[in-house]
DNA sequence: CATAACCCTG
DNA sequence: CAGGGTTATG
């Protein structure tokens, strides 16, 4: 792990520098290539898992600067040893279900198969890179672009597999088709659970849905001044319209195919098929669907947006903030705010509702989860990062995230926590306390969905986004002008810090600073030509001048409701500015100096909510 | 010598 | 906002 860290700062260092602008091309072809091809070139179970780790191992460590995987920083790292394991083990194992067949195949180097057995194999083998979301199958229309992607990454992808195969190729000659068929109707049964599972969840979802809908809608009303908050009320349903289509259409499919290829399939297994959560699902999202039903990547763009303002508007509504915050209030007074305060939190306290997964099968059944958050609905998924986003993306602010290496953890709380309060007062489960795998995906839309996705967190690319980040790093300053570098590093928790990063986000809040007093000092001199005699006179308010220029810099598209506890802190650095430069002080080279010694005390606390939203 | 804050400039 | 120079700390 050290290994792989410090090789990860060297890369910042000497090739990319710390800063990686928005722009999607930034990955490297073959860094595409090695995303898509190692977790499904590697995959085991039994015996030799010890030495497939080991070798996974190894080139983890060395490429683990490409993949970015898991948030591996030195600080979690004891936490995620405890997982590590296992967490290795089934990230192979969840994205790779199609190297099942590699076991079969190197069965016929002894014992030659017959011919309809070898169809057969092949068949099966056609089923389960379906079922992987390869990009051989085209159920959704795929443009040719991504046809033609697909043929290539698929094709880069046998050959490797074929390559790095060889050397184990002993290893996997103990099973054969009938193993085959064992390991599909395992698979297919896992997925008939997680089915079950979704199924419950969403249904608990509708029933409490209707209720909390318009409560939440209206007070989102009265609290947000966000053009578009129309569309939070939605999220949900176009999350669950989203996760159940995933679920729909691998399950669907396994079946279809399954069946084709002759494996017979009892009764209930048929039956356990999709048809019950598409009519929920769907039913129930019609009214929304209409107007999402079209631009599927404007809606993945658009919807995580009104929902963090959603979010964090709810979150700084007056009640919370105003009495409890006073400028000569401490840090600490201030902190329970933000940080304590479990209930204000979500919108929808459904988000908190935890799967409940089976924890019997854990391992099986979050593999397959993720295998369709993964892979999702769309079976192109796997290819799509080869061309450029951009064609498909019209929302500006989709530019900032789809297109990098995010490994995606979802933020199951566990079922035997039981109360939602708890788990988000403890600042909620994520699934590395579950050893589940942390897992690649690198799909625009399906981040989308992730972001939508109450149970799951992303951590994206770990590095600065310039657009994204630096917005996100301007609204922060709304509450701390100062922030420590932990700070920094617990609200960019999608970047993998190292010293280069750190400064630069200290640089970015360092211009802030310099905006900011620039424009104290410019108002509180404009207050003395004024000629106004009392600081009394000099206040802050949303309407003033001083702010819409503080508000037009950090919060240029006017999005973000600034909280009052910064025009306080405003009102102040003016006052502090208008007295200084009445009292001749400016006369000192470094009077400035005093200033910001109280302004510093003035930092709040920076919301939760700015923790899990990689952007704002 | 290194780091980071500060200051100034483009 | 980034870059480069300067200063303060250690």
Not at 66 to 83: H, I, K, R, V
Not at 531 to 538: A, R
Request: proline residues 6%.
């Amino acid at each position: 792990k050290n290994i792989s860290v410090h090789h990860l700062n060297c890369m910042h260092n000497s090739s990319e520098g710390c800063l990686e602008d928005d722009k999607p091309d930034v990955m490297l072809p073959c860094f595409r290539r090695n995303m898509y091809e190692e977790p499904l070139a590697l995959y085991s179970n039994g015996s030799i898992i010890s030495q497939l780790r080991k070798t996974i191992h190894n080139k983890r460590a060395l490429d683990e600067s490409l993949f970015y995987l898991s948030s591996s920083t030195a600080a979690d790292s004891g936490q995620e040893d405890q997982c590590s394991v296992s967490s290795k083990d089934s990230t192979v194992e969840a994205q790779s279900p199609s190297a099942h067949v590699a076991t079969g195949a190197s069965a016929e180097a002894e014992h030659p198969v017959p011919d309809h057995l070898q169809a057969k194999r092949a068949r099966v083998e056609n089923i389960i890179r379906v079922m992987a979301g390869s990009p051989n199958s085209r159920q959704h229309g795929d443009s040719e672009r991504s046809d033609t992607d697909a043929r290539e990454a698929r094709e880069a992808y046998r050959e490797n597999k074929r390559k790095q195969r060889l050397p184990q190729h002993q290893e996997h000659s103990a099973a054969g088709p009938d193993e085959e068929c064992h390991k599909l109707k395992e698979q297919l049964h896992s997925m008939q659970r997680l089915l079950r599972q979704l199924q419950e969840k969403f249904l608990q979802v509708y029933n409490q849905e209707d209720p909390e809908h318009n409560e939440c809608g209206d007070r989102m009303k009265a609290q947000s001044n966000v053009s578009h908050q129309r569309e939070s009320p939605n999220l949900q349903e176009a999350l669950k319209k989203e996760l159940s289509r995933a679920v729909n259409d691998c399950v669907d499919r396994v079946f279809k195919k399954v069946s084709s290829t002759g494996l017979d399939l009892s009764p209930q297994q048929r039956m356990c098929s999709s048809p019950e959560v598409s009519a929920g699902a769907d039913g129930k999202s019609q009214r929304a669907g209409s107007t999402q039903e079209q631009p599927q990547d404007q809606e993945a763009a658009a919807k995580p947006r009104s929902l963090e303002y959603y979010e964090s508007s709810k979150a700084h509504s007056p009640q919370d903030q105003t009495e409890a915050l006073s400028l000569v209030v401490r840090k600490p007074a201030v902190a329970p705010l933000s940080s304590v305060t479990p209930t204000v939190k979500r919108p929808y306290p459904v988000h908190q509702t935890p799967f409940q997964f089976n924890y019997s099968t854990p391992l099986h059944d979050s593999q397959i989860l993720e295998h369709l958050l993964k892979y999702g609905p769309h079976s192109n998924f796997g290819v799509l990062p080869c061309m450029p986003p951009s064609m498909d993306r019209t929302s500006p602010d989709s530019v900032d995230l789809p297109w990098d290496t995010i490994a995606m953890r979802s933020k199951v709380t566990p079922g035997h926590l039981g109360h939602h309060a708890r788990a988000s007062a403890l600042g909620a489960v994520t699934v590395d306390n579950l050893c589940l795998p942390h897992v690649k995906i690198e799909c625009g839309e399906l981040q989308g969905m992730a972001e939508r996705n109450p149970y799951m967190s992303l951590n994206i690319s770990f590095r600065l986004k310039k657009k994204s980040h630096l917005k996100k790093a301007k609204l922060m300053f709304f509450y701390t002008r100062y922030p420590s570098s932990n700070v920094l590093k617990t609200f960019f928790p999608d970047v993998k810090f190292n010293r280069c990063i750190t400064s630069q986000l200290i640089k970015w809040f360092s211009n802030f600073r310099e905006f900011y007093y620039i424009q104290m000092e410019k108002f509180a001199r404009q207050a003395i030509v004024d000629g106004i005699s009392d600081v009394k006179d000099m206040t802050v308010s949303r309407d003033s001048e001083l702010f819409r220029a503080l508000n037009m810099h950090y919060n240029k598209a006017n999005d973000f409701h600034v909280p009052d506890r910064f025009l306080e802190v405003s009102e102040v650095t003016l006052h502090e500015f208008y007295t200084a430069i009445s009292a001749a002080k400016d006369s000192d080279p470094s009077w400035k100096k005093a200033i910001y010694k109280v302004i510093c005390k003035l930092d709040s606390d920076v919301p939760e909510e700015f923790k899990t939203s990689s952007y704002l």
